[in-house]
């Protein structure tokens, strides 16, 4: 059992870190309720809010040649070499807790030149790697009618299809159809601690 003074200090460590999130936010953060929360893991969501915002903005661009990863244009690489580069950019994007989802209706020079020319160079805050902590990248997370179509087309299952028909009535919904490369079942995927919560997505 905790000893009084231990519980005093956690619960100033937890109150000194709420304010410094709300200055960092400007005073406009809105948080569901965490009364029910274990005061360990208030304090760890209250750190991680903190950390977030004071970390420097980059990009997994950058991130990735700080590494020691080239990053040659796509049109300079022969299918073989892109396939390669691909591959590598993947298994390094891992090691820094950045995986890629819903791959698997594009080809490995659209894939890499997607990466090269958009995805990794979205600003992100450059957090240090940690196992109970990912980010996603998703090709199809813009959310716009031709990425709906390609989730509905490719990724969706019965129920999801069924449930999108039910809401969107008057939209037409495509038939399923197999991706057709066979790439999202080789990917990385993060492993998290089970008493952890997950990090960003």
């Known amino acids: 059992m905790a000893r009084p003074e231990a519980k005093d200090d956690q619960d100033k460590r937890i109150e000194g870190l709420k ?12 948080v569901s309720s965490l009364d029910d929360c274990p005061a360990e893991m208030e304090e760890s969501f209250w750190k991680h809010v903190v950390d977030y915002e004071e970390a420097p903005w980059t990009t997994h661009f950058h991130q990735l040649e700080s ?3 080239s990053l040659p244009p ?7 070499e892109l396939t390669a580069k691909l591959w590598e950019v993947i298994h390094k994007l891992a090691l820094l807790r950045v995986f890629i989802e819903q791959t698997d209706h594009l080809s490995d020079r659209e894939l890499y030149t997607h990466l090269w020319t958009d995805s990794l160079r979205e600003e992100t805050r450059m957090l240090p790697p940690d196992a109970n902590s990912a980010w996603h990248i998703q090709m199809l ?5 031709e990425d709906n179509r390609l989730y509905l087309k490719y990724y969706a299952d019965d129920a999801s ?4 028909h039910e809401d969107f009535p008057n939209d037409p919904l495509p038939a399923h159809e197999d991706p057709p490369y066979d790439r999202d079942r080789l990917l990385p995927k993060p492993d998290y601690c089970p008493s952890v919560s997950r990090g960003p997505n």
Do not use: I, Y
Not at 19 to 30: H, T, V
Not at 141 to 145: D, K
């Open 141 to 145: 997370g813009g959310g716009s009618e």
């Open 19 to 30: 304010r410094r999130a709300e200055e960092l936010c400007g005073g406009q953060m809105e």
């Open 161 to 164: 299809r069924r449930h999108w």
């Open 67 to 69: 590494a020691g990863v």
């Open 74 to 80: 796509p049109d300079s690489l022969n299918d073989q």
